[in-house]
């Protein structure tokens, strides 16, 4: 490649379409705007209400009535699914049918068991990149963690995730109400924590011991006279082939912590810890600035934490609820698109394996059982 065409590949604008622009497909538009050379081409939104506030954050996009009409739209580099979650797998299969471009598509990747078969195979036949979209990578304090959880522990030995935090948000029709279109709150939810498993460990689960269930969230709504049906809490422990063990605890009433996120991860030379506040808007203005994100290093010998903040650009950290992460998720997979990168950070594999692992979390909650991986996977 000469250097004019880096150039290029750097100045070039990069043009999105869009499907599905609820409350996700809206942060990932507000982001989007923020990136140089880039625009949103056209939306494909079924609802009214959400196509409107989508135009507020892309004036300039074309609105579209399908899937099919979006990917007949002529000068679009590549897509974005940000659709309900059970919609994901079949309008992959649409695009890969009509127009194969790259796609950054929501997590989770699926929410059935059964589809696991058909992202397989369209893995295998796609000849375009797929990013799943895995936010919480890119969150600064997370992916500090990450960075230096190797030096620091000498080796994660142990790993433990909490998130306690608000409720599930309203969503169009309420779909994020029921398991069958949610896949269950440890996939819809938790697929992100996962992922981070997998990624800090670098080894693939083997066995998934859980407990949760409904304690607060959701009891007395209804839809069309169904009630929810959504886990709002659990605990869910991970054993990984390099025998390593991680601890994930959710609480989906506990919007009153001053952190959202807590993530540790510990070896025989000491700790590491990540601190992430939960969106800016929901915190409380009469107690002030929203707290800092911070990294925590805490060695064994010689003992002393040092504490350190990770800041987050007011601009970046407006733009959406998950601690600017998916700004930097949009630059990285920008930079696919441009050929600037070789392949996506994180790929089908990870998205299937963050996907299995929760529905092996939901198997063992309801059945009140270990439930190992092979079950799910066939021993692949």
């Known amino acids: 490649m000469t250097t004019d065409t880096l150039a290029d590949c750097g100045t070039r ?13 809206q942060e990932h538009l507000r982001n989007i705007a923020l990136l140089d050379n880039t625009t949103v081409g056209a939306i494909y939104e079924p609802d009214a209400e959400m196509r409107s506030i989508a135009l507020r954050f892309a004036p300039d996009a074309l609105l579209v009535n399908s899937l099919e009409a979006l990917l007949e739209v002529p000068d679009l580099d590549c897509l974005l699914i940000a659709s309900p979650n059970f919609c994901h797998v079949e309008q992959l299969q649409q695009i890969a049918a009509k127009r194969p471009l790259p796609v950054l598509v929501e997590k989770p990747l699926f929410t059935d068991p059964d589809h696991a078969s058909a992202i397989n195979d369209f893995a295998a036949s796609y000849p375009a990149p797929v990013w799943v979209a895995m ?15 190797e030096a620091v522990t000498g080796g994660i030995k142990m790993l433990t995730i909490r998130e306690h935090r608000f409720p599930f948000l309203p969503k169009v029709g309420a779909w994020n109400r029921f398991n069958r279109y949610t896949g269950g709150t440890f996939v819809e939810k938790c697929c992100h924590f996962f992922d981070l498993m997998r990624l800090a460990l670098q080894s693939n689960p083997v066995r998934v011991m859980a ?12 839809y069309d006279g169904e009630a929810p049906d959504i886990f709002d809490h659990g605990y869910v422990m991970v054993e990984f082939e390099s025998g390593v063990r991680a601890m994930l605890e959710l609480c989906m009433f506990a919007e009153g912590a001053r952190y959202q996120e807590e993530i540790s991860a510990v070896g025989p ?11 800016g808007r929901f915190w409380p203005a009469h107690l002030g600035a929203a707290p800092t994100p911070q990294v925590i290093v805490s060695p064994r010998y010689p003992k002393g934490p040092e504490v350190r903040e990770i800041p987050v650009d007011p601009t970046i950290l407006e733009a959406g609820d998950h601690n600017g992460s998916t700004f930097y998720q949009h630059q990285g997979f920008v930079e696919l698109v441009r050929g600037q990168r070789d392949a996506p950070e994180v790929s089908l594999q990870d998205g299937k394996w963050a996907v299995i692992m929760g529905i092996a979390a939901q198997r063992s909650m309801t059945e009140g059982r270990a439930v190992l991986i092979s079950e799910l996977t066939g021993g692949d």
């Open 211 to 222: 407990m949760g269930g409904q304690a607060a969230n959701h009891l007395h709504e209804s």
């Open 13 to 25: 604008t990069i043009t999105y379409g869009v499907i599905g622009c609820g409350m996700m497909g």
């Open 135 to 149: 936010e919480y990578r890119y969150m600064p304090p997370v992916a500090k963690l990450l960075q230096e959880a």
């Open 269 to 279: 030379n000491g700790k590491i810890e990540a601190l992430v506040p939960g969106p």
